[in-house]
C-alpha cells in the first residue's frame, strides 16, 4: 500500500534556529513529491515539486530536497510567519488519475 | 486574479441529512479535484474532473458523488450524512488532469454533522 510518513508531527523553534522536516515515501513508482504549506483555515498552498533523486529547489528559507526513499524541507534562519502546517504529498505512477496521496504533515511553530 | 472559490464557508448538518458543496475554479483551469481532510490529518483524495468527466475516484463510499459544469464549476454531494463526515473540504483546480500539475486549492468548507 502506498504510504507517506511525516515527522516530527510537531515542531517548535525559536526564530533564527535552522532544522529540517521530514517525509518518507512506500510508493509503487514516485512520479513526483509536493510541498505544500497551510495554514489554519486555509487550504493548502504550492511550495514545490520534486521529480526525481538528487533534485533540490529553493524559495526564499525553504530548501527541498529529494531522495529515492524520502525527502528533507530545510528551513533557514525561520521566522514567526513561517508557522503553519507543512504537507507533504506524492503522484504514483499507475495509481488513479490526478490523485495526490498527503502525509499528515508537520506543524511548525517559530517563536521570537 | 480570483483564486479557487468554496462556498459555504461553513456548514451545520445533522446525521441523515444531505449536502452540497460548491466550487468555482481559477479561470481558465479546467480540472476540479475535491479532497476530505479530518482535523490533524491530510487531505484524502474524493474525486478529480476534467472536461466535466470523472477522471479518478477515491476510496470513498456512493453517498459521495460529484459533477462538473459546462463553466467547469462544480458540485460535491454528499447523501446520508454520518458524524464521520465532519470535515473540511478541500476544492483544487488545475490545467489538467495531470497528476504532476500544480494544484491550486481553495478555502475549503469545513462541515460539521451533529
Known amino acids: 500500500e502506498d504510504q507517506v510518513t511525516q515527522s516530527p508531527e510537531a515542531l517548535r523553534l525559536q526564530e533564527g534556529e535552522s532544522s529540517s522536516l521530514n517525509c518518507s515515501y512506500t510508493?509503487?513508482?514516485?512520479?513526483?513529491l509536493f510541498w505544500y504549506r497551510q495554514d489554519p483555515g486555509k487550504g493548502p498552498e504550492f511550495l514545490f515539486t520534486l521529480y526525481s533523486a538528487g533534485e533540490e529547489k529553493e524559495k526564499e528559507r525553504l530548501k527541498a530536497t529529494l531522495t529515492k526513499k524520502e525527502s528533507f524541507l530545510h528551513i533557514t534562519a525561520p521566522k514567526p510567519e513561517d508557522s503553519a502546517t507543512y504537507l507533504c504529498a506524492v503522484a504514483v505512477r499507475g495509481s488513479t488519475l490526478g490523485r495526490l496521496y498527503f502525509g499528515r504533515g508537520t506543524q511548525l511553530t517559530v517563536w521570537p | 486574479d480570483a483564486g479557487v472559490t468554496q462556498s459555504p464557508t461553513h456548514l451545520i448538518k445533522t446525521r441523515g441529512q444531505h449536502v452540497t458543496l460548491r466550487c468555482s475554479p481559477i479561470s481558465g483551469h479546467k480540472s476540479v479535484s475535491w479532497y476530505q481532510q479530518v482535523l490533524g490529518q491530510g487531505p484524502q483524495f474524493i474525486f478529480q474532473?476534467?472536461?466535466?468527466?470523472?477522471?479518478g475516484r477515491g476510496n470513498f463510499p456512493d453517498r459521495f458523488s460529484a459533477r462538473q459544469f459546462p463553466n467547469y464549476s462544480s458540485e460535491l454531494n454528499v447523501n446520508a450524512l454520518l458524524l464521520g463526515d465532519s470535515a473540511l473540504y478541500l476544492c483544487a483546480s488545475s490545467l489538467s488532469p495531470d497528476p504532476n500539475e500544480k494544484l491550486f486549492f481553495g478555502s475549503g468548507t469545513q462541515l460539521s454533522v451533529l
Open positions: 474532473y476534467y472536461e466535466k468527466e470523472e477522471r
Open positions: 510508493v509503487s513508482g514516485l512520479r513526483g
